[in-house]
Nanobody, 124 residues
């Protein structure tokens, strides 16, 4: 069992930056690929970024490519999402998720463990 706790959300102005963290419990963190998803009010949850178990393979949604960076530190059981050049349309609750297996997926249905989410609001 893996428990995930996100942190780092908040209110930021357009063009600003935030770094989200997701701390995982358990000793098998490196057995999981990790993903970040987000859900805006009235919209479905959508894929943002994911990392393979080693961090060597990374994938991004087109909407965040070049602005967001996912990374992980297996020694600290933590995955990060660095978000730069934030836009109002990035406003959402951001969730981290764990998928058992080395390779990550853009499909939320393949992730078995989810955090509680952290709110990101981009507004002037």
């Amino acid at each position: 069992q893996v428990q995930l706790v996100e942190s780092g959300g908040g209110l930021v102005q357009p063009g600003g930056s935030l770094r989200l963290s997701c701390a995982a419990s358990g000793r098998t963190f490196s057995s999981y690929s990790m993903g970040w998803f987000r859900q805006a009010p009235g919209k479905e949850r959508e894929f943002v970024a994911c990392s393979s178990w080693s961090g060597s393979s990374l994938y991004y949604a087109d909407s965040v490519k070049g602005r967001f960076t996912i990374s992980r530190d297996n020694a600290k059981n933590t995955v990060y999402l660095q978000m730069n050049s934030l836009k109002p349309e990035d406003t959402a609750v951001y969730y981290c998720a764990a998928r058992l297996g080395r390779h990550c997926s853009t499909s939320l249905n393949e992730y078995v463990h989810w955090g509680q989410g952290t709110q990101v609001t981009v507004s002037s």
